[in-house]
């Protein structure tokens, strides 16, 4: 079959959310194969580093012979909207390898712009918190080099923004709203698990609002004389809300993109839940939704680093056994901060907050979760019983930088 005509067959299959002119754009992506070089890859496999973050650094594997694979397409007449969308992606996504006294490894990242502004995880340019001085190469779709920098870091939320030093122009990838996913909804990650670049895998969303705690990746603070920069006032941990996946994502897949049918960010690959010692995919993925990636990675491209919310209340966990007669589940004021957003908003100790701005509580971790996504000094609605009373409020949040 000619090219031709293998054109016109792309071009003719119905595929969601592409436009004839988008597939025509496709099809010409498509057709720049990049041919492989010659020789025997070498697999360079080193230990892992803790993995504090299921989806990190974790093992590192680089290919000095090939170049990363391109999308291609043999059959055009088979060729489906997972192809379509990662094309469209791909020339977005790079890998990053990064390393320091303290080791290497590689994750993933995303292009926010043409002039080079990448984002990715904390845990990758900090080696899982272990390093604050490393030294940063970002690989894009095509095989070239170049060296990177960290503009900021983000442990709260696990993002940080790296500046691609080249001059040349990139292609930023195209954010999609999270908040109109849903469950059920088909989803593509692209990154470099194992280091191996430009790795395709499909999946659907599995679950939204999902709040998961990890590991800080906050790293030593050097320019101080010991530390570290930490954010989140938990000093070990962070609680993230995240999408969930069963697109498979593996060590190295952090930083990457979770797409949409269109090829569009949908969220940024941070974690991935294991079992039994297990070091891969189980189907149980986690990603950052992009409307928190892009709000933190416009803050941090500005100014360095990103703000977040703060409630100023101390909450817990509100069960049957410690809830009201009720039985009302959420997370239960304990005390107030003077002068806090919550006190001056009408909370009152002993309520159970119950839904933060629109979706529902369930623990304390998943309202803290939910605060420090937002930037400080936004408004949020609250839902909470008190006194077996639905009462309904509206705050403006504080900052968790001035506390």
Do not use: C
């Not at 040349?168 to 469950?183: H, Q």
């Amino acid at each position: 079959m000619s090219d031709y005509n293998r054109q016109f067959l792309f071009e003719t299959t119905p595929i969601q959310g592409f436009t004839p002119q988008k597939k025509l754009t496709v099809w010409q992506r498509l057709a720049k194969k990049t041919s492989l070089l010659t020789g025997t890859a070498i697999l360079i496999i080193g230990s892992s580093l803790g993995a504090a973050v299921g989806a990190g650094v974790g093992i590192a594997v680089f290919n000095y012979w090939t170049r990363p694979a391109p999308v291609i397409v043999n059959n055009s007449e088979s060729v489906s909207w997972v192809t379509a969308a990662a094309a469209e992606a791909s020339p977005s996504v790079a890998t990053v390898s990064v390393s320091s006294a303290a080791g290497g490894g590689n994750g993933s990242g995303v292009f926010l712009n043409a002039e080079g502004y990448l984002l990715t995880n904390t845990h990758v340019v900090t080696l899982d918190g272990a390093s604050a001085s490393v030294k940063i190469e970002v690989k894009t779709y095509d095989g070239h080099v170049y060296p990177g920098t960290i503009v900021g870091t983000d442990p709260t939320n696990d993002l940080a923004v790296i500046k691609v030093n080249a001059a040349v122009k990139f292609t930023p990838i195209v954010f999609a709203d999270s908040n109109k996913l849903n469950v059920g909804d088909a989803a593509v990650a692209i990154g470099a698990p194992l280091g191996l670049s430009n790795t395709v895998t499909k999946g659907i969303i599995s679950a939204l609002n999902r709040t998961i705690q990890v590991a800080s990746a906050a790293a030593p603070d050097n320019s101080s004389g010991g530390g570290l920069q930490l954010y989140n006032g938990s000093g070990a941990s962070v609680n993230l809300r995240v999408i969930q996946t069963d697109a498979a994502i593996n060590p190295g897949n952090s930083g990457g993109a979770l797409l949409n049918q269109q090829g569009q960010l949908i969220g940024i690959n941070v974690a991935i839940a294991n079992a039994g010692g297990t070091g891969g995919s189980i189907g149980v993925g986690f990603a950052i939704p992009s409307n928190v990636a892009q709000r933190i990675a416009q803050e941090i491209m500005k100014s360095g680093h990103a703000s977040h919310a703060l409630l100023g209340a101390m909450v817990s966990d509100a069960t049957n056994s410690t809830a009201n007669a009720s039985f009302t589940v959420g997370a239960k004021v304990l005390k107030l901060t003077t002068g806090g957003a919550a006190e001056k908003g009408g909370v009152l100790v002993d309520d159970i907050i119950t839904s933060f701005n629109g979706v529902d509580i369930t623990s304390a971790s998943e309202l803290t979760a939910a605060v420090r996504q937002e930037k400080a000094g936004s408004k949020a609605s609250l839902e909470l019983m008190r006194g077996g009373n639905k009462v309904a409020l509206q705050v403006v949040l504080g900052d968790a930088g001035q506390q």
